[in-house]
């Protein structure tokens, strides 16, 4: 089995107290996800470059940064230079990825791609081979909060097979709607990487919130 890799979506934490709250979880995650909104590809804003930069020196976790911009190309010298480590970019954005994905390798960044639940998996497939991490949104991009949508179960047990069976070495992260209820499942149907925003930074106590979803995912 692929190693659990834990996220936090900063997008759900206290935006008074960022540094803070990533001291929190820091020592209890792996990852920390960063979502990046465009009010344009999503309906939302969220934050940018500057809030990623001041937060590089707090945290030495792996800064993940899922893009939900029209033009992710465009900003990527601008998110290495604020100390991102990931980008993963949406294919609704950027049908082919190809020349992006080179701009991010030539930046030392890893790179993603990223599936809307209404998009189907062989929008991704062909570029996998470029890719580190893929994910499989479990609600619509643009905000915290929603409930995860099942049919994006069937999607990861897919990927994870296409992933196996092509001999790819590339992380399957599930994003949006994660719990204790929810993680288990998607863990069972192949993913490894676990985005939680609601769930870690909505809670009173989110470094105890993350070790809990760990458990759960580690008990199946
Ligand atoms: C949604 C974002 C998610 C979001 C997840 O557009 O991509 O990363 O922060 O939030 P929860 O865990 O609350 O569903
Ligand atoms: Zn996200």
Known sequence: MTPVRIAPSLLAADFGHLAEQVAKVEPHVEWLHLDVMDGHFVPNISFGMPVIASLRPESDLYFDCHLMITNPAAYLDDLAEAGANLVTVHIEAVPDPTATAEKARGLGLDFGLVINPATPLRAVTPFLEL??????????????????????????????????????????????????????????????????????????????????????????
Do not use: H, Y
Request: aromatic share 6%.
């Open 131 to 220: 890719c580190d991490v893929l994910v499989v949104m479990s609600v619509e991009p643009g905000f915290g909060g929603q409930s995860f949508m099942t049919e994006a179960l069937p999607k990861l047990m897919a990927a994870r097979e296409f992933v196996e069976s092509n001999g790819l070495s590339v992380d399957i992260q599930v994003d949006g709607g994660i719990t204790t209820e929810t993680a288990p499942k998607a863990r069972a149907a192949g993913a490894n990487v676990f985005v939680a925003g609601t769930a870690i930074f909505g809670a009173s106590d989110p470094a105890a919130a993350a070790d809990d979803l760990r458990r759960a995912i580690e008990e199946i």
